[in-house]
Protein backbone atom coordinates (compact mmCIF):
# COMPACT_ATOMS: atom_id res chain seq x y z
CA UNK A 1 0.00 0.00 0.00
CA UNK A 2 1.52 2.90 -1.05
CA UNK A 3 1.80 6.08 1.84
CA UNK A 4 0.43 8.79 2.23
CA UNK A 5 2.37 11.88 1.23
CA UNK A 6 2.79 13.69 4.24
CA UNK A 7 3.68 9.81 6.08
CA UNK A 8 6.60 9.42 3.18
CA UNK A 9 9.54 8.80 4.35
CA UNK A 10 11.29 11.34 2.05
CA UNK A 11 8.85 13.82 3.14
CA UNK A 12 9.58 13.13 6.95
CA UNK A 13 12.86 13.09 6.36
CA UNK A 14 13.18 16.38 4.25
CA UNK A 15 11.01 18.24 6.46
CA UNK A 16 13.43 17.34 9.59
CA UNK A 17 16.58 18.67 7.80
CA UNK A 18 14.68 21.67 6.70
CA UNK A 19 16.17 23.82 8.69
CA UNK A 20 19.49 22.50 9.01
CA UNK A 21 19.29 22.40 4.75
CA UNK A 22 18.61 26.37 5.16
CA UNK A 23 21.46 26.57 7.54
CA UNK A 24 23.85 25.15 4.64
CA UNK A 25 22.58 27.48 2.18
CA UNK A 26 22.98 30.56 4.23
CA UNK A 27 26.66 30.26 4.50
CA UNK A 28 27.73 33.37 3.44
CA UNK A 29 31.00 31.89 1.66
CA UNK A 30 28.58 30.37 -0.65
CA UNK A 31 26.56 33.56 -1.13
CA UNK A 32 30.32 35.66 -1.52
CA UNK A 33 31.62 32.60 -4.34
CA UNK A 34 28.12 32.70 -6.44
CA UNK A 35 27.89 36.38 -6.48
CA UNK A 36 31.39 36.41 -7.88
CA UNK A 37 33.39 38.88 -5.11
CA UNK A 38 36.36 36.14 -4.27
CA UNK A 39 39.20 34.76 -6.25
CA UNK A 40 39.10 31.60 -8.04
CA UNK A 41 41.62 29.84 -5.52
CA UNK A 42 38.29 29.80 -2.92
CA UNK A 43 36.69 28.04 -5.57
CA UNK A 44 39.43 26.06 -5.81
CA UNK A 45 39.12 25.20 -2.18
CA UNK A 46 36.14 24.32 -2.04
CA UNK A 47 36.84 21.61 -4.94
CA UNK A 48 39.64 20.08 -2.89
CA UNK A 49 37.74 19.74 0.30
CA UNK A 50 35.05 17.80 -1.47
CA UNK A 51 37.31 15.44 -3.20
CA UNK A 52 37.86 13.50 0.24
CA UNK A 53 34.54 13.78 1.12
CA UNK A 54 33.49 11.82 -2.16
CA UNK A 55 36.27 9.42 -1.94
CA UNK A 56 35.34 8.21 1.31
CA UNK A 57 31.60 7.84 0.11
CA UNK A 58 31.59 6.12 -2.86
CA UNK A 59 34.46 3.91 -1.57
CA UNK A 60 31.42 3.24 0.95
CA UNK A 61 29.14 2.45 -1.94
CA UNK A 62 31.36 -0.06 -3.28
CA UNK A 63 31.35 -1.87 0.30
CA UNK A 64 27.83 -1.55 0.32
CA UNK A 65 26.89 -2.49 -2.71
CA UNK A 66 25.50 -5.80 -2.43
CA UNK A 67 23.68 -4.57 0.91
CA UNK A 68 19.85 -5.93 0.24
CA UNK A 69 19.17 -2.43 1.74
CA UNK A 70 21.69 0.58 0.93
CA UNK A 71 22.61 -1.34 -1.97
CA UNK A 72 19.37 0.41 -3.67
CA UNK A 73 21.02 3.54 -3.56
CA UNK A 74 23.72 2.87 -5.52
CA UNK A 75 24.34 4.38 -8.69
CA UNK A 76 27.33 4.75 -10.67
CA UNK A 77 25.88 7.22 -12.39
CA UNK A 78 26.05 9.44 -9.60
CA UNK A 79 30.20 8.98 -9.29
CA UNK A 80 31.77 12.17 -8.25
CA UNK A 81 35.46 11.65 -7.84
CA UNK A 82 36.55 11.22 -11.27
CA UNK A 83 34.66 14.86 -12.10
CA UNK A 84 36.31 16.13 -8.75
CA UNK A 85 39.65 15.18 -10.15
CA UNK A 86 39.45 16.55 -13.48
CA UNK A 87 37.99 19.80 -11.90
CA UNK A 88 41.31 19.85 -9.65
CA UNK A 89 43.52 18.78 -12.65
CA UNK A 90 42.64 22.11 -14.44
CA UNK A 91 42.19 24.57 -11.00
CA UNK A 92 45.34 23.52 -9.29
CA UNK A 93 47.24 21.55 -12.48
CA UNK A 94 47.88 17.84 -12.98
CA UNK A 95 50.14 17.60 -9.99
CA UNK A 96 47.32 19.20 -7.73
CA UNK A 97 47.59 15.92 -5.35
CA UNK A 98 50.39 17.51 -3.94
CA UNK A 99 49.26 21.13 -3.56
CA UNK A 100 45.89 20.46 -1.59
CA UNK A 101 46.67 21.40 1.98
CA UNK A 102 44.79 19.94 5.24
CA UNK A 103 41.44 21.03 5.88
CA UNK A 104 39.78 19.79 9.23
CA UNK A 105 36.82 20.67 8.26
CA UNK A 106 37.11 18.08 5.54
CA UNK A 107 39.22 15.53 7.62
CA UNK A 108 36.45 15.72 10.11
CA UNK A 109 33.32 15.30 7.51
CA UNK A 110 35.32 12.09 5.63
CA UNK A 111 36.23 10.80 9.16
CA UNK A 112 32.39 10.63 9.85
CA UNK A 113 31.68 9.16 6.57
CA UNK A 114 33.76 6.49 7.67
CA UNK A 115 32.92 5.90 10.99
CA UNK A 116 29.14 5.55 10.13
CA UNK A 117 28.98 4.61 5.91
CA UNK A 118 30.51 1.50 5.54
CA UNK A 119 28.69 -1.21 7.74
CA UNK A 120 25.55 0.48 8.52
CA UNK A 121 22.71 0.90 6.19
CA UNK A 122 21.33 4.20 8.04
CA UNK A 123 24.88 5.85 8.08
CA UNK A 124 25.17 5.09 4.29
CA UNK A 125 22.20 5.98 3.10
CA UNK A 126 21.89 9.44 5.23
CA UNK A 127 25.49 10.95 3.74
CA UNK A 128 24.53 9.14 0.58
CA UNK A 129 21.04 11.29 0.30
CA UNK A 130 22.40 14.46 2.19
CA UNK A 131 24.83 14.59 -0.67
CA UNK A 132 23.63 13.16 -4.12
CA UNK A 133 20.00 14.78 -3.83
CA UNK A 134 21.75 17.82 -3.37
CA UNK A 135 23.87 18.15 -6.17
CA UNK A 136 20.60 17.22 -8.18
CA UNK A 137 18.76 20.12 -7.10
CA UNK A 138 20.53 22.97 -5.69
CA UNK A 139 24.12 21.97 -6.85
CA UNK A 140 23.60 21.93 -10.81
CA UNK A 141 22.37 25.66 -10.38
CA UNK A 142 25.56 26.47 -8.24
CA UNK A 143 27.46 24.50 -11.05
CA UNK A 144 25.66 26.84 -13.54
CA UNK A 145 26.36 30.14 -11.67
CA UNK A 146 29.84 29.67 -11.01
CA UNK A 147 30.84 28.59 -14.70
CA UNK A 148 28.88 32.55 -15.27
CA UNK A 149 30.98 34.02 -12.41
CA UNK A 150 34.11 32.58 -12.88
CA UNK A 151 34.03 32.64 -17.24
CA UNK A 152 34.97 29.04 -16.87
CA UNK A 153 34.77 28.57 -20.87
CA UNK A 154 33.17 24.94 -22.10
CA UNK A 155 32.78 24.10 -18.23
CA UNK A 156 36.01 23.78 -17.37
CA UNK A 157 36.39 23.24 -13.69
CA UNK A 158 32.99 22.68 -12.96
CA UNK A 159 32.70 18.39 -14.29
CA UNK A 160 31.65 17.80 -10.69
CA UNK A 161 28.04 20.04 -11.00
CA UNK A 162 27.81 18.05 -14.29
CA UNK A 163 25.74 14.92 -14.87
CA UNK A 164 26.07 13.54 -18.24
CA UNK A 165 25.10 10.22 -17.24
CA UNK A 166 21.71 11.45 -15.79
CA UNK A 167 20.16 13.97 -18.43
CA UNK A 168 16.89 14.28 -16.68
CA UNK A 169 17.30 14.75 -13.33
CA UNK A 170 13.78 15.02 -12.00
CA UNK A 171 12.63 11.83 -12.89
CA UNK A 172 15.94 10.84 -11.29
CA UNK A 173 15.04 12.06 -8.18
CA UNK A 174 11.72 11.10 -8.13
CA UNK A 175 12.79 7.36 -8.19
CA UNK A 176 15.27 7.94 -5.80
CA UNK A 177 12.33 9.57 -3.45
CA UNK A 178 10.38 6.28 -4.52
CA UNK A 179 12.90 3.90 -3.12
CA UNK A 180 13.40 6.16 0.21
CA UNK A 181 9.98 5.64 0.90
CA UNK A 182 9.82 1.76 0.18
CA UNK A 183 13.37 0.82 2.25
CA UNK A 184 12.72 -1.57 5.17
CA UNK A 185 13.86 1.30 7.62
CA UNK A 186 11.89 0.61 10.89
CA UNK A 187 11.11 3.18 13.30
CA UNK A 188 14.59 3.08 15.13
CA UNK A 189 16.15 3.40 11.37
CA UNK A 190 14.18 6.02 10.45
CA UNK A 191 15.15 8.08 13.76
CA UNK A 192 19.21 7.21 12.72
CA UNK A 193 18.61 8.00 9.35
CA UNK A 194 17.21 11.66 10.44
CA UNK A 195 19.66 12.39 13.12
CA UNK A 196 22.65 11.01 10.55
CA UNK A 197 21.31 13.25 7.75
CA UNK A 198 21.32 16.54 10.37
CA UNK A 199 24.92 15.90 11.47
CA UNK A 200 26.03 15.49 7.59
CA UNK A 201 24.56 18.45 7.10
CA UNK A 202 26.29 20.43 9.87
CA UNK A 203 29.65 18.80 8.84
CA UNK A 204 28.71 20.47 5.58
CA UNK A 205 27.96 23.69 6.75
CA UNK A 206 31.50 23.33 8.95
CA UNK A 207 33.23 22.93 5.70
CA UNK A 208 32.01 26.42 4.68
CA UNK A 209 32.50 28.40 7.86
CA UNK A 210 36.00 27.05 7.38
CA UNK A 211 36.29 28.61 4.04
CA UNK A 212 34.95 31.47 4.82
CA UNK A 213 37.31 32.36 7.67
CA UNK A 214 40.20 31.42 5.69
CA UNK A 215 41.86 35.09 3.59
CA UNK A 216 41.59 34.88 -0.41
CA UNK A 217 44.19 37.13 -1.08
CA UNK A 218 46.15 33.80 -0.98
CA UNK A 219 45.39 30.41 -3.03
CA UNK A 220 43.83 28.22 0.10
Do not use: C
Amino acid sequence: MNQAPETAFSAVLRAASAGDHAAAESAGYMGDLMGGKLPIAAFAALTARLHPVYTALEEAAEAMRAHPVAGRFVHDELSRTPALEEDLAFLYGPEWAERLGDSPAARAYTERIRAVAFDTPEGFFAHHYTRYLGDLSGGLIIGRTLERVYDLADGKGVAFYRFAAIPKPKPFKDAYRALIDEAPFDAEGRALVVSEVREAYRLNTALFAELGELTWNEAA
